[in-house]
């Protein structure tokens, strides 16, 4: 443990001095015993020069187990407006080591919040640099998500590097996130972390263990970007693939690729699965990762023959339309791929 905090309240007294109750609408659920907060920061290497960023800090349990760890520098952007006095307090106390910002993580940018002389070469180790948090469920995946494309783009606070995440998750959540080929839990979640990331399993938080206490567990996440992504295609073709082919998760692949294409290139699913040598009658959650990866090979060479095919979304009204009766398209001609 790195340097001691001066003598301040327990966190839950600063709860009660500041009446700082957990909003309902916000989903907010406090950690406020300080050995689940260190339990917390022990997933995190964290080593003498590391800068961390907490998105949603809340009271500031885990600000302050942060605090009391090595951490060269710890930063938290909180939305809420509420929890400024008591992080004032412990920015006041840390010693020019915390500095508190008041907004949305999701439209932060991170990224200049970290020395540039943090980064360091992507294929080499990771940098000096976390992002953790304890954020509400709904509000983590969905910054999950953005950040995989940062990720996948080396873009945002990944310029400096493969920057480590350490969150929390619903347990249902994570287990969806790290779910293997053929488990129950499969789904779109899991192949656009697992392409990006290595992820593991940290520890289960009972529910109990919040304040309040919600009705599900929670999951600790880490979750470090790989060096070479294991689908070499741009995030926006990978997560078009995966989601159309999973909408129809219980049903042989072919009835999702279908929504792939236009019904006019109907004729380019089969196409597709002469490509990609994928196996239409699988579902969804049975393939690997070397399938996605072919099937997104496969629709990557479909979408560079016919132009437009890669804006075509089945699900917006004007797609039925769109492609139907454009000049521009193609069928493909499957000797210039083979
Ligand atoms: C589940 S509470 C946890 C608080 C604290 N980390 C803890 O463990 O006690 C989530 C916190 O994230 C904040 N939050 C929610 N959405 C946010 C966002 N988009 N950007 C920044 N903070 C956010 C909430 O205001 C709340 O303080």
Same mark, same amino acid.
């Given at each position: ?54 998105? &949603? @800090?809340?009271?500031? *349990?885990?600000?302050?187990?942060? +605090?009391?760890?090595?951490? #060269?520098?710890?930063?938290? %952007? ?77 873009? &945002? @606070?990944?310029?400096? *590097?493969?920057?480590?995440?350490? +969150?929390?998750?619903?347990? #249902?959540?994570?287990?969806? %996130? ?77 009835? &999702? ?82």
């Amino acid at each position: 443990m790195g340097s001691r905090l001066p003598p301040m309240p327990r966190i839950s007294e600063i709860v009660k001095l500041y009446r700082l109750s957990a909003t309902k609408k916000l989903s907010q659920n406090f950690l406020l015993d300080m050995n689940v907060c260190h339990k917390f920061v022990n997933c995190i290497s964290v080593t003498k020069g590391s800068h961390i960023c907490e998105v &949603g @800090p809340g009271p500031g *349990g885990i600000t302050r187990a942060l +605090l009391e760890s090595d951490a #060269e520098k710890v930063h938290v %952007i909180e939305k809420d407006k509420r929890f400024l006095p008591p992080l004032e307090a412990l920015r006041a106390a840390s010693g020019g080591r915390l500095d508190v910002h008041l907004g949305d993580a999701k439209y932060f940018d991170m990224h200049s919040l970290f020395p540039p002389y943090c980064a360091r070469p992507w294929q080499k180790m990771t940098p000096k640099v976390n992002i953790v948090g304890n954020l509400p469920f709904n509000v983590s995946l969905g910054l999950l998500l953005k950040w995989l494309e940062q990720i996948s783009k080396k873009s &945002g @606070p990944w310029q400096l *590097g493969r920057v480590p995440l350490t +969150l929390t998750f619903q347990h #249902e959540v994570a287990e969806r %996130i790290l779910a293997d080929v053929d488990s129950e839990h499969r789904c779109r979640l899991s192949i656009m972390s697992q392409y990006l990331c290595k992820i593991k399993y940290r520890y289960h938080i009972p529910g109990k263990v919040f304040v309040p206490a919600p009705k599900v567990h929670a999951a600790v996440l880490y979750i470090e970007p790989l060096n070479t992504p294991l689908i070499d295609q741009p995030f926006s073709l990978v997560e078009k693939v995966v989601s159309t082919i999973f909408h129809y998760r219980q049903k042989h692949i072919k009835r &999702g690729a279908q929504d792939l294409f236009p019904p006019i290139m109907s004729n380019l699913v089969d196409d597709f699965f002469k490509i990609s040598r994928v196996d239409p009658t699988k579902q969804s959650f049975r393939l690997s990762m070397e399938e996605w990866r072919e099937l997104c090979y496969a629709y990557e060479q479909l979408c560079l023959l016919n132009p437009g095919l890669i804006d075509y979304n089945y699900r917006e009204p004007r797609a039925k339309h769109m492609l139907t009766t454009s000049p521009l398209v193609r069928t493909s001609n499957l000797n210039e791929l083979q």
